[in-house]
């Protein structure tokens, strides 16, 4: 596969509503997708789309969303912040992911050049899911996502 071409930066996104608006001033450090029964649940779809951005780089540029917490199925315990008005869920921190930010991938404003370099947790994917993209799977979460940026990375002509 050829290098892509991405949207230029920065990126920026929000809720449905609008009233929570964020701006990604940096290369995210990967996106993923996820099958876990928690994913699902969240997006109310077969799987949760997410993309990993360091902190530095993620400004919030209007509203104040509100906070929820909630330790996983892999005991990851991550705040998820939504939005007061429609109650998008946008983004979550993670106290064992310090100085990251898990952007969920569908609130960007362009979303049609997000590409998975892995799809995680395919033991509970939909029986009907298909894989594509030549994405690395995982049965479970892999213990150093982080080993999946370079490789993410160079997909791109950033």
């Known amino acids: 596969m050829g290098k892509l071409h991405p949207p230029a930066l920065p990126l920026s996104g929000g809720c449905s509503c609008e009233a929570v608006r964020f701006v990604i001033n940096a290369v995210p450090l990967l996106v993923y997708a996820c099958h876990c029964s928690e994913c699902q649940r969240a997006s109310g779809s077969a799987f949760g789309l997410q993309m990993l951005v360091a902190a530095e780089s993620f400004v919030l540029a209007r509203g104040k969303p509100k906070p929820w917490r909630r330790t996983g199925a892999e005991g990851l315990e991550t705040t998820w912040w939504f939005c007061g008005e429609c109650g998008g869920c946008i983004f979550g921190?993670?106290?064992?992911?310090?100085?990251?930010?898990?952007?969920?991938?569908?609130?960007?404003?362009?979303?049609?050049?997000?590409?998975?370099?892995?799809?995680?947790?395919?033991?509970?994917?939909?029986?009907?899911?298909?894989?594509?993209?030549?994405?690395?799977?995982?049965?479970?979460?892999?213990?150093?996502?982080?080993?999946?940026?370079?490789k993410w990375r160079q997909m791109w002509r950033w």
């Open 93 to 150: 921190q993670s106290l064992q992911r310090p100085g990251i930010i898990t952007v969920r991938a569908g609130t960007l404003d362009e979303t049609w050049w997000l590409r998975p370099i892995a799809i995680i947790s395919l033991r509970s994917a939909q029986a009907w899911q298909r894989i594509h993209n030549n994405a690395e799977c995982f049965h479970l979460i892999p213990q150093d996502v982080f080993s999946l940026s370079e």
